[in-house]
């Protein structure tokens, strides 16, 4: 026997049948037709309809408490969190945050603490892989790993790659105070990673150009058109299409809270 409203079939139940879907005992009358000129389909359609919208008014109510929470839980405790975190406190550019979405993946070891773990720092590019690979969820790190990261891309035309090289060999030799903090940072890089002892004639096959970028792009914390760590205007077109200079937050060398602070003092 077929229910008389949905038309699904009914299941014997005792001396009568129930119809499970609408919810009706139908009795012992195999033959029971509507008494009325009731039109049940419609019935059926509107009940059908009525818990539709219960569900999607639950479903919605359900979402509302969760997503905040899911948010919350996915900005601080994941390493993709983290990583849009950084590029927003920083203001990344949308071309460098797109491309490093793309491009990258990040893995963070200890996503709750901040400082980090390593004397010089906590984290690795490996350009094998395309992973940012950082210790702990520290910002200095992680702007140091995506500047490697970004640098990996622009280091394809060989004359940004030289001319970031000279251009920092530039600021090294200038002596103009209001840039003492960058000339000191400079002259540690060039110090460690231009491998030339002669800096008028440079075989740039041995600069490790790389640690020409990313160690400034951390010095500047994203900050480098003006302020304490603010680069010489020459400069600016290397950190323009990673760093938006639009921060959220106050650098860590205005805060006197910076870990590695160490290498332009």
């Known amino acids: ?22 919810r009706i005992f139908l009795g012992k009358n195999l033959d029971i037709k509507p008494q009325d000129n009731t039109d049940y389909g419609k019935v059926y359609q509107k009940r059908s309809k009525r818990q539709l919208l219960r569900a999607l008014l639950i479903g919605f109510i359900i979402l509302l408490i969760v997503s905040p929470i899911a948010g919350y839980l996915i900005l601080n405790y994941t390493a993709v969190g983290y990583r849009e975190k950084i590029f927003y406190k920083y203001g990344f550019t949308g071309e460098a ?47 140091h790993e995506f500047g490697h990261a970004w640098w990996e891309e622009k280091r394809k035309d060989k004359k940004t790659r030289e001319g970031l090289v000279n251009d920092t060999i530039k600021l090294s030799k200038m002596t103009d105070n209001s840039y003492k903090n960058s000339i ?20 740039y096959e041995r600069v490790d150009d790389h640690h020409f970028y990313a ?24 950190f323009e299409t ?24």
């Open 97 to 143: 945050s797109s491309y490093l979405r793309r491009h990258t993946t990040i893995t963070v070891d200890n996503i709750i603490e901040k400082k980090p773990f390593g004397f010089t720092h906590s984290g690795r590019w490996e350009p094998g892989s395309k992973n940012v690979k950082l210790n702990t969820a520290s910002d200095e790190v992680a702007i």
């Open 184 to 203: 000191k940072m400079a002259k540690w890089i060039v110090a460690n990673y231009c491998g030339c002892a002669n800096t008028e004639n440079i075989n």
């Open 242 to 265: 990673l760093f938006s200079g639009d921060l959220r937050v106050a650098p860590c060398y205005e805060t006197n809270s910076c870990y590695f602070s160490f290498r332009y003092q």
């Open 215 to 238: 160690p400034m792009a951390e010095f500047t914390m994203g900050k480098f058109k003006e302020g304490l760590n603010k680069l010489p205007e020459f400069m600016w077109p290397y």
């Open 1 to 22: 026997m077929n229910c008389p409203i949905c038309g699904t079939e009914a299941i014997l139940q005792g001396e009568g049948y129930w119809c499970p879907v609408d």
